[in-house]
């Protein structure tokens, strides 16, 4: 094993996976052929698709489903708690136990900017774009072009028309 991996037993690596130096990954699944940046961590019970690229500096956390074909920047953070709090109302560090994991769904062929945030309890549509920078706090419909904070629709991508012979 790399000493610069930090990857746990647990980890499901698909076929040919691509994995960089200096990442962290537990109890996650990764698909086949799959390229993952440097530092990046993947969380437990997170999910990464076949086809996908994960860029360096990437946060996907417990309760993240990344479908194939999806391309994730630099520096994206998902978050999966939508009210994060430190400790108990008894003032007690908080454990697992004291909350509850929020899902995140990032479906096929979606893309994702450098620099993004992407809130709890929300679906990227199918082959959408999330541009950089962009705070995703709803849902993205399928094939939208988002950005901003927060990110709203602006267009659509275009059909692509098949050349029939």
């Known amino acids: ?70 391309f994730v920047g630099h520096n994206v953070a998902f978050i999966n708690d939508i009210y994060p709090r430190a400790t108990t109302d008894g003032g007690q560090l908080q454990t697992e136990a004291d909350w509850k994991v929020e899902k995140t769904l990032v479906k096929k062929g979606a893309s994702i900017g450098s620099g993004c945030t992407i809130l709890a309890n929300v679906t990227i549509g199918e082959n959408a774009i999330v541009g950089a920078g962009s705070v995703v706090t709803r849902d993205v419909p399928p094939n939208a072009i988002v950005f901003g904070n927060p990110a709203r629709v602006h267009r659509y991508i275009e059909p692509v028309m098949e050349v029939t012979k």
Do not use: W
Request: aromatic share 8%.
């Open 1 to 70: 094993m790399d000493t610069y991996l930090s990857i746990a037993p647990s980890v499901k690596l698909g076929q040919n996976v691509k994995l960089s130096k200096f990442i962290n990954l537990y109890g996650c699944e990764i698909g086949d052929e799959t390229k993952i940046g440097a530092f990046v961590e993947i969380q437990k019970n997170a999910k990464v698709g076949k086809h996908c690229k994960i860029s360096s500096h990437t946060f996907v956390c417990e309760g993240v489903d990344i479908e194939d074909n999806v």
